[in-house]
C-alpha cells in the first residue's frame, strides 16, 4: 500500500510541476485532471463502467484482490452460502460465468433441465403460471431464465485486476433459499391442482391439453427446485422421489388429444389426396380425424390447380402450379388456431403428369411442414387461466 501511495503521489507532483512551467491554461487543467483520474484508478476508487445485465447491483471494485476471488468461503461462510467464483474480459461476462458455475454445483441435472425451467418462467412471464403476488419473485424468476441462473442467486461482488479481467462472486444463501424453494414448490403444487381440475365436458379441448403439458413442465420444475431444496438445507419433508413426475401428466395430454376430433373439410380435392395427406399428420399427432363440420375443431382446407403458361419457353414442358391454404378452426368462436399455406410448381411434357408432380409435391410439403408447424403449436400452446 505504502508503494502505492508513492507512485500516485509521484504522478501528481510530475502533473503540477509540468503545468507549474507554463501559464495556466486548458491544458493545465486537462492535466490535473487526468492526474486525478489515474491516481483514482490506481486506488481503486472507481472502475471501468458496465451495466450489468444480471441486475446486480454489486459495484465493481479495484486495487488489493480480495480474498473471496480464489477462495470464497474465506468470506462466505460455506455453511450458510453456495458460492461460486467466474471471470470473463467485462463485467457481464464474469457474471454469467459466476451464476453458470454456481448451477454447476448443484449437478448435472440442475443443468440439464435448465431448458425447462425456461419454458416454466417463460409461462410466468406470460401469465399462465401466477407463482406468487410478490412481483419479486416474479422479476427473480424472469431474471434467472434470462442469465440461465437458479432463482435467488445473487452476484454478490465484482472486482477488476486493472488489466484485463473482471471476476464476479455468485451466491445463494441457503436460509433464504430453502425459504423461497420450499414456497414455490407448495405454490406450484396448487397451480398443477387448478390445471387439472377440468370439468368434464371441457376436458377433450386444446386447452385441456395445453393444461396437462403446462402441468408436466411444473411438476418438472418442482422436482428440480426439490432436488435444490435438498441441498441448500430441506426441512420441510418435501422428497423429490416422492413427487409426481411430468411424465405422468403428458400421458393424459396424450389421451386427450386422442379423444379430441378434428374434422378436415377440402375444397377442389384431387381424389381426396391433400385431404389424406392432413388426415394423415393429425393422426401422428395423436388426434382423430375425419370428424364432421359439427366438431370442435375443423381443418378447412382450399386446394387450387392451375396450369401456367411461361413466355419464352424453350422446352415444351408444361406446368401446373399449386395454391394451398389451410386454416384451423375453433367453431365455438370461428377464430383461426392455425393459419398455413403453401404454393409451388411442377413440369412435365404431359400436362395430367404435371398435375400429379403438383400433388405429389403438395403432399410432401404437408407432410414435412404441417407437421412441424403442428407440433410447435401445441408445443407452445399455452392455457386460458383467465
Known amino acids: 500500500m505504502f508503494k502505492m501511495k508513492y507512485v500516485t503521489g509521484l504522478m501528481v507532483m510530475v502533473f503540477l510541476m509540468g503545468c507549474a512551467s507554463n501559464p495556466p491554461n486548458n491544458r493545465e487543467a486537462e492535466a490535473v485532471a487526468a492526474a486525478n483520474a489515474a491516481v483514482s484508478r490506481m486506488d481503486g476508487s472507481s472502475a471501468p463502467a458496465a451495466q450489468p445485465q444480471s441486475g446486480s447491483k454489486a459495484k465493481v471494485s479495484q486495487g488489493k484482490q480480495p480474498a473471496w476471488v480464489f477462495a470464497p468461503d474465506s468470506v462466505y461462510d460455506q455453511y450458510s452460502f453456495v458460492t461460486a467464483v467466474g471471470q470473463g474480459t467485462d463485467r457481464n461476462q464474469a457474471e454469467r460465468d459466476a451464476l453458470g458455475r454456481l448451477v454447476a454445483v448443484f449437478g448435472q441435472s440442475v443443468q440439464a433441465d435448465l431448458k425447462t425451467i425456461n419454458t416454466y418462467s417463460e409461462a410466468v412471464s406470460k401469465g399462465a403460471v401466477n407463482v406468487s403476488e410478490n412481483t419479486s419473485v416474479q422479476n427473480a424468476i424472469q431474471i434467472s431464465a434470462q442469465m440461465d ?3 435467488g442467486a445473487e452476484i454478490e461482488d465484482v472486482w477488476f485486476d486493472s488489466k484485463s479481467t473482471y471476476y464476479a462472486v455468485a451466491a445463494l444463501e441457503k436460509r433464504k433459499a430453502a425459504s423461497l424453494y420450499e414456497d414455490m414448490i407448495r405454490s406450484n ?3 398443477i391442482a387448478d390445471l387439472i381440475a377440468i370439468p368434464q365436458a371441457d376436458r377433450n379441448t386444446l386447452d385441456s391439453f395445453s393444461r396437462y403439458q403446462l402441468a408436466a413442465t411444473i411438476a418438472d420444475v418442482n ?3 426439490a432436488n435444490v431444496l435438498t441441498i ?8 423429490p422421489g416422492d413427487m409426481k413426475r411430468g411424465d405422468a401428466y403428458r400421458l393424459e395430454a396424450v389421451d386427450i388429444t386422442k379423444s379430441i376430433p378434428i374434422g378436415v373439410i377440402v ?10 395427406a392432413f388426415a394423415s399428420v393429425l393422426t401422428k399427432q395423436g388426434f382423430r380425424s375425419g370428424g ?3 366438431g370442435r375443431y375443423v381443418l378447412q382446407v382450399r386446394v387450387d390447380f ?3 403458361d411461361l413466355p419464352n419457353q424453350q422446352n415444351q414442358n408444361k406446368f401446373i402450379r399449386y395454391a394451398i391454404n389451410a386454416n384451423l378452426i375453433d367453431t365455438r368462436d370461428s377464430s383461426v388456431l392455425l393459419p398455413f399455406n403453401i404454393t409451388g410448381r411442377e413440369g412435365h411434357l404431359s400436362l395430367s403428369e404435371a398435375e400429379n408432380r403438383a400433388v ?3 403432399e410432401k410439403k404437408i407432410s414435412d411442414s404441417y407437421g412441424t408447424l403442428l407440433s410447435n403449436y401445441l408445443a407452445s400452446l399455452l392455457p386460458n387461466t383467465k
Not at 375444397?267 to 389424406?276: A, G, H, L, M
Open 223 to 225: 422436482r428440480i427446485y
Open 232 to 239: 441448500v438445507g430441506n426441512t420441510s419433508g418435501i422428497v
Open 189 to 191: 403444487e396448487r397451480i
Open 149 to 151: 441462473a437458479l432463482i
Open 306 to 308: 392451375s396450369s401456367v
Open 360 to 362: 405429389v409435391a403438395a
Open 267 to 276: 375444397t377442389d380435392d384431387r381424389s381426396n389426396r391433400i385431404k389424406d
Open 292 to 294: 364432421g363440420t359439427d
